[in-house]
């Protein structure tokens, strides 16, 4: 955490209101985002307990599981939610745009993608359960399933691997966006409940937020973990749900559901209404300028994972990826990450102002131009165009000479520091050597070149972002490693490919 | 001033008694720095009770899903003598199962589960701490190829800060050679080999408690202390299913960190000292929290925002630490934001005065002259970049109502 930071917080403590901790939203926002609150039974390895589930905030789907530890009830739970999830993430496959792509065949982009909103981490990490537990399901057989179960299985799954591909948006936790945004007067660990959270965000009219998130500390919890109160209330409903239905009394069974599914209810509604608060006060931030080229980068995900469905070779996503998938997972998510927080520092002067305290950037205007300074670099014959800038800051930059520098007003020019010296009024002075974007010409292009009275602010260049190392095909995985996995069958037309042992040992694992 | 057990009688009156388990032991050690809690876990008050009086109760408990399907799994691993346990050591310690398929199978607890209330059926603490004693030592005297003891629910006494506290692993198994493991039994599933980080963390530390106590125990019998494995066996449900796994669980780490703290916490009498004579806690079921609150104010306490996941008082000190002030602005300690943030401040414990060097309204002491710089400057950052978004926001308004 930097002072910047760190500030915002002290101030929220002693305000009692969030303060701002970012500028613009780094994320993208769908115009419609479908929201999923769930509930899983306590105790239990991944028991589905109840959800909200919608993209109308008016109109929420409540489904409701009577008693989770029944294994039919769960699989029809699950094939309820596929009914929603499934239309809503491939509703998007049908518009899409033909891209070219450099070493690889072109492919078609789905002109948006779906964007599932949970409340909490946890919500990410219950996609994750849902996914694992149901996409080896057979839909053949002894303990065959709704066809959509397995699909929709395979899609969890993706949605939770993709929202841990840092910058992603098909999957957002509301309040990982809420921090990245604001800062509160409690520590992280309390930001990670909704309710609190959102009670310094957004305080009721007439008490600070710190009050209000004081309020909210006894309000249910956002999931997918209940509260021990509210279980002792549930408990004796679900018995009396067991009673009828071992006495085979539909009716009495149909009462006692129906009082379960009222409590539920009441109990998730508050974190329903919360999420979609709190997605519209993070409608009111501008989205950075780079969002949406990291929303092009999830619509490809999604149109290739789509796609990689629809093929007849397609399997469920392995329970453990071998070793060179990982390792080529690994390298990408550094990459994404390594790319997003170079994106989101050029967005956001906030972040900025924190490389700027540390000594990484500097911000002043220019006060001085030689634009029409000529140098011949060693082993090159003819002289290049290399003005010359000096830039007056009150920041103090720490930078070495030579450093490659970039600009967040002028993206495309780049230059390098010459030097740093005191200037007037306990000012320094950059001298600065423009090196790149101006043109290919003998001559600087026409307004390539910054004029005196420029307010700038300069950063060190990113390394760019090159393609990670050179991996292994998986066919090539070193014995260390495990060894290649086994060849898979070529399929004959029409042939439809057969689960393969690990696949088929998940599928008939018990899920009690 | 009276003797230790006076005082702390005095402390507790007649609020409601909580023996130590391993869960407050580790808690207690995870914040080692607390004269609050170390003086009230002394006293074994409940210190739920203690907090409902204050009018700052927290929402402790465990649902009754998870100790019906906890209680469930326990009888599932040990049923039959503890066949399946004796199957799931062969497995995670490697050895052949001949090495472990007899050998006593001793049962030690009561028949109240560990969280019941008091121990009033059980036979006493101390009669089942003499029980454990002699069943380990059958066990090792015996100890030979082909023999695994097996101690369900064992009472091992430990020393926290000069008090004897009581815990109860949920079974020990002593094998081939006399290495006693630690079993610990959790109903929190391995899914795909991997488990909830926050869980198994919080395994791992709960077990370092039992491993140091059993080394006590060990030690007063006579043995070296590694007889007692660092590898506890874990055994947990595996996947979506009932069926138990198990796993060793390196605990050497946290069996380090525990002893180091415990050895930390502070003596109960030095922490009695400073204290008011004649303080007590325990000022009847009627009394305004606000006179509670002031007994217990008069202990230090040092509040970590842990502290909400550990301590039945949270809410309180909570409160008490926002609320500290030194004679700057309001903010409370900068503890309660977190331990990230302290580095960032460099030693300055209070908001409010962090606040005013940034503000330059006060001077900073001696040694302070850097960090007051930087939160200086960070303020001017802060300032530059919030008047200039917040001034282009307003003209681009501005534009858009001139234009319509
Ligand atoms: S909550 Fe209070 S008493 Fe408990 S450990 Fe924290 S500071 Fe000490």
Redesign the pocket.
Known sequence: MSAVTALGRLRAAATGYAQPAATVRHRHLSDRPLVFVPYAMAGEAFAPLAALIGDDPDAPHLFVVPQPRDRQRRFAHVAELARILVPYLTEHLSSTETVERRNDEAYERALDAPQVIVPSRGGIEYLHLLGRSTRFRRTEGEYAVHPDVPLMGRWCTYLADRARMPGSSVLLALTDLLTQTWSTGQSDLENGELAALMGWVDPERGRTGAETARDAEGAPPAGPATAPEFDEKLAPLIAAYDTAERAENSRAAARAEERIRDLLGVELMPTWHRVWRGLELMRELPPGASVAGRWETDRMSYSLFAADLDSPDSRPQPRIPGAVAAAQQLSRREQAQSRLDTEQLRDDPLLMAEARLSGQAFRGRVAAVEADRMVTEPGKKQARPRPLLVVRTTDEPLLLRETELECVERPKARAKLIAVADGPDGTREVRIELTGGMGRGKTPEEGSIPEEGELLCWTVAASGFRGGPKWPSPEETPWTHGGPPEPRKELQEGEVRQPDEEELAAAEEPWV | MGTTDTRLDLLRGSLPTRNHNARTVA?LAA?PG?A??GV?DAAGID?TVLAARLGQATAYGQSPFAIVRGHAFEALVKADGGAGLRELLHDVLGVPPEAVADGEYAELGGELPEDAEQDKKRPGREERVARTRSALRRALEDARPGLCAILDHPLLPLDVSGTRAYLEPDAMACLIAGRLHVVEIKSFSVIDGGADPAKLASAARQAAVYVLALQQTMAELGHPPDVVSTDVVLVCPKDFSNQPTAALLDIRKELAVTRRRLARLARVDDLLAPLPAGLSFDLGEEAAPQAVADAVAAVP????PG?LS?????Y???AEARACQSGHGPGGLAGTLGTAIRGELGGIDDIGRALDLADGKCAPERGEEEIARVLRRAEALRREVLDDVAARRSAGLAGAVAAS
């Open positions: 808690a914040n607390c609050r809690r009230m210190k306490a040092a509040y970590i502290c550990t301590c039945e008082l949270a309180f000190c909570r």
